[in-house]
């Protein structure tokens, strides 16, 4: 009896977090990515996980795109309280150069952020790891941030 209480309230816990989490509908993100890839290509789409316990993935690293400028950008469903969202490539740190910005599609209220930076030809680390991304709200880390690298044409 006790393992089926304990199943019952993880259950419940598992519940309670993938249903506050509101995730941005697929027509959304379709209109989102059609506007973007008129300048931009997409390199990398990295979306939250909702079929884990905690969706939003609030730190990893990525692969560096030498002699490319890139665009990463974040979505959210609902505004961040205390947003926090920076990307770093060695030793230097680059956080975004506006303020959140709300948009409208479908009439419904989504935020993005954007960060742009450029990497020189030469660079010696190449590898998965080298470039850092942090995007997560620091009052509920599980809110969802779907992020778009994307590459300058």
């Known amino acids: ?22 995730k941005v509908p697929e ?12 300048k931009y290509t997409i390199e990398k789409r990295i979306f939250p996980l909702f079929d884990r316990p905690h969706p939003n993935r609030m730190y990893f690293y990525n692969e560096c ?19 926090k969202f920076k990307i770093s490539v060695g030793d230097k740190s680059i956080t975004p150069s506006r303020e959140l910005q709300e948009i ?36 509920n880390v599980d809110l969802p941030v779907y992020l778009y690298v994307f590459s300058v044409r």
């Open 1 to 22: 009896m006790k393992k089926i209480m304990n199943l019952v309230a993880i259950l419940l816990v598992l519940t309670q977090v993938t249903t506050r989490a509101q």
């Open 104 to 139: 409208e599609l479908y009439d419904k209220k989504y935020y993005s952020n954007f960060i742009i930076v450029k990497f020189p030809e030469n660079m010696s680390d190449k590898s998965e790891y080298c470039l850092n991304i942090i995007a997560y709200d620091g009052d």
């Open 27 to 38: 027509n959304v993100l379709n209109s989102y990515e059609k506007v973007y890839t008129e």
């Open 65 to 83: 795109y030498p002699g490319k400028s890139i665009v990463l950008f974040a979505l959210m469903a609902e505004k961040p309280k205390d947003w």
